[in-house]
């Protein structure tokens, strides 16, 4: 029987590095493993012991791409823990600085990372030989979410603005002003973004996901909501792990979670537009519905037309939450610790990222537990490799070998958030 | 210019958040000049065109924390003319060098229900801890002008123009007012500068990611935070976070009990 052992020693146009294991047996995939190497850092072991004042500046350092999402599902778990509720303008500036993250990291993977794929470069600087305008109009909405970041937050990487009960300081009218010009123009370049890769040729290929995401009553959902499925989960974030459990695996130092009663399931963009649909903009839906998508879309090759139409939401939302905005009295709300537990989960742009501390009565941490969108989403995507390599098993491994890294970079893995040296070996038997 | 001729660029990852090399892919109105001015040769974030070295300027994020990666950084070094360390991980082994303050075994047991499968050193380590490096920039995250401005310095053969003096002086220079004297703790006049101070201008006070300057006096700074109600808690607590294994920040957190 012929062995047969292709090897890719990393994935690239991802953030952080992996390992991929397919193996092929008798014409049949019998097992593909994302393997996840990052070394990892143990935040949930040194969090023990620090204080909730400094807990929203350590867990930005999770990850440089997505610092918004760990500061946001903290202090939201610190205010559940202390019973403080942050409405109002402070609340609309959350939500403000989290477009801001959607819009460069959206931004980011859409045009440098995930278009090249469609259209047989290796990156988007050799992209740009051909395609100059749209790199050049995908750098420019990056700097316009970054430019968001950095009034709100003080710098686009670690923002150091973001603390329990709000913010250290709040932003004058005079200094969103600009920003609002930037996202004017950002939001022209983002409808453009969408029909330029929606035109790109998709593989025909659909899977039956459980999606999970957060569901809010008014809202396309950035900080609240109920977790629901499009099964039967609806749920508390309080009652997550009523739901799902995280297991350790052997080939990954990002643990895999899991529903507990049916396994593999999935967050992200995909995740959030089919669940939310009727909660973006009649502007957005239409966008949708012109791309060639319906309320929900389950090829996941698609996700960066999806990916396409958050960065326009997040523009628009952005621009109607500038205009409404009137600076608050305080910049944040008085935070009186007390011993107790507290919960947060909020949509990062690659998925729901949950959080959990127990506090004492100074506030303290006793134990903390952080549950990122990428380990989440490791089985799912594992399940797609499983069936992407089935439906090509005929094909030259070289093809195979492209198809499997464009599955993963389907999801934005962010594997810093978990993982490190992504290596591809095929074997055939 | 030729393809043969353009200093040939290298990006290397190891522990950390991949944040300090997001800062080169920040610079949106800069990187399609500088993919001109450089072949960019390895830059797995970025492209899947990997080419083998020599490299000219190899910039290396994160801290060593694997046996692994010891073995990977000589490799690096082996192949690059300039090594520059870019952020707190590369620099000062990170956030991750916490576990150098505790026993590791107790870390994995708390985060892993199978510690059997995770392979890691008791220690956190910048890369100046293994082999020889050109230029420390230092930063959690950096700051991407100061990237720039390195990158261009290697290029173009002269020393960096990265100051080393405390935060301090950016407040001045920005005419920020002292958060201190409002009453504020802050750790800038201890901080090595480069983030162009950008905590006191949120009126709050700076929390020392950019590492300890040259020459920090530490004890004279905690005394003054004592006497604006700081407590040794607290002081421990903020010598320890991101630059915590530098060394005048891990003998000040040493000073300060719980």
């Known amino acids: 029987m012929a062995t047969k052992t292709i090897r890719v020693d990393y994935l690239t146009r991802i953030e952080g590095e992996g390992g991929l294991d397919l193996r092929i047996s008798d014409g049949r995939v019998t097992s593909a493993q994302l393997s996840i190497f990052e070394p990892p850092r143990f935040f949930e072991a040194f969090l023990r012991g620090r204080g909730y004042v400094e807990t929203p500046d350590l867990v930005a350092r999770i990850c440089g791409i997505c610092p918004i999402a760990y500061q946001m599902s903290a202090v939201h778990a610190i205010e559940h823990a202390f019973g403080v509720t942050v409405d109002g303008q402070l609340r609309a500036l959350r939500r403000l600085i989290y477009c801001g993250e959607w819009i460069e990291s959206h931004a980011l993977h859409v045009v440098m990372l995930h278009a090249p794929d469609f259209l047989g470069f290796p990156d988007a600087i050799q992209m740009a030989r051909e395609h100059g305008d749209m790199v050049r109009s995908g750098l420019a909405l990056k700097k316009a979410g970054n430019e968001l970041m950095r009034v709100l937050g003080g710098r686009e990487i670690h923002p150091v603005n973001v603390k329990a009960g709000g913010f250290y300081r709040v932003p004058s009218r005079a200094e969103l002003a600009p920003v609002a010009e930037s996202l004017t123009r950002a939001h022209e370049l983002a409808v453009s973004l969408v029909r330029w890769v929606a035109a790109f040729p998709f593989p025909h290929f659909e899977r039956d996901y459980e999606f999970v995401a957060l569901r809010h009553p008014d809202e396309y959902p950035f900080n609240e909501g109920r977790l629901v499925s499009n099964r039967d989960i609806d749920i508390d974030i309080a009652d997550y792990e009523t739901q799902f459990e995280e297991r350790h695996v052997a080939h990954s130092t990002a643990l895999h979670s899991l529903l507990k009663r049916r396994g593999a399931y999935l967050v992200g963009p995909l995740a959030r537009y089919a669940l939310n649909f009727d909660r973006l903009p009649p502007s957005v839906q239409a966008l949708a519905r012109e791309s060639g998508l319906g309320p929900s879309c389950r090829n996941p090759f698609q996700s960066i037309v999806v990916r396409a139409l958050e960065i326009v939401y997040a523009c628009e939302e952005a621009l109607k939450l500038i205009a409404a905005y009137q600076p608050p009295a305080l910049a944040a709300l008085p935070v009186r610790p007390r011993a107790a537990t507290g919960f947060g989960c909020t949509e990062a742009p690659r998925g729901m990222c949950w959080h959990r501390y127990e506090f004492d009565a100074e506030g303290t941490i006793h134990a903390a537990r952080i549950v990122p969108p990428t380990s989440q989403n490791q089985p799912s995507i594992e399940a797609d490799l499983a069936a992407v390599a089935t439906s090509a098993l005929d094909q030259p491994d070289e093809f195979i070998r492209d198809r499997c890294e464009q599955t993963i970079r389907n999801h934005d893995p962010c594997i810093s958030c978990s993982a490190h040296f992504l290596k591809l070996s095929l074997h055939r038997t | ?258």
């Not at chain 2, 590369?90 to 026993?103: K, S």
């Not at chain 2, 220690?123 to 990158?151: M, R, W, Y």
């Not at chain 2, 101070?197 to 300057?213: D, E, L, Q, T």
């Open chain 2, 1 to 258: 210019m030729s393809e043969r001729k353009r200093p040939r660029l290298a990006v290397w990852k190891f522990a950390s958040c991949d944040g300090c090399q997001l800062s080169l892919l920040d610079c949106e109105d800069e990187l399609l000049a500088l993919a001109g001015a450089v072949q960019i040769a390895n830059f797995p974030e970025a492209s899947s065109a990997i080419e083998d070295g020599p490299y000219d300027l190899s910039l290396v994020e994160g801290s060593i924390t694997t046996a692994h990666d010891k073995e990977r950084i000589l490799k690096v070094r082996r192949q690059s003319k300039h090594l520059v360390t870019i952020g707190a991980c590369a620099t000062a082994g990170g956030i991750q060098a916490l576990r150098n303050f505790a026993d590791v075994n107790d870390f994995i047991a708390a985060v892993y229900a199978s510690p059997q499968f995770i392979k890691t050193l008791a220690t956190s380590t910048p890369i100046s801890a293994h082999v020889p490096v050109d230029f420390e920039l230092h930063g959690c995250p950096i700051n991407k002008a100061q990237l720039i401005e390195v990158i261009s310095a290697f290029l173009a053969g002269r020393k960096p123009a990265i100051a080393a003096h405390s935060v301090c002086i950016e407040c001045k220079r920005n005419g920020t007012v002292c958060v201190m004297v409002q009453g504020i703790p802050c750790l800038g006049p201890v901080t090595h500068a480069g983030c162009g101070a950008i905590c006191p201008s949120f009126r709050r006070g700076c929390y020392g990611c950019y590492g300890p300057m040259d020459t920090p006096n530490t004890a004279a700074l905690a005394r003054e935070w004592r006497a604006l109600g700081a407590t040794p808690r607290d002081l421990r607590r903020v010598f320890r976070s991101f630059n915590a294994a530098a060394e005048p920040f891990a003998a000040a957190s040493e000073a300060h009990g719980d």
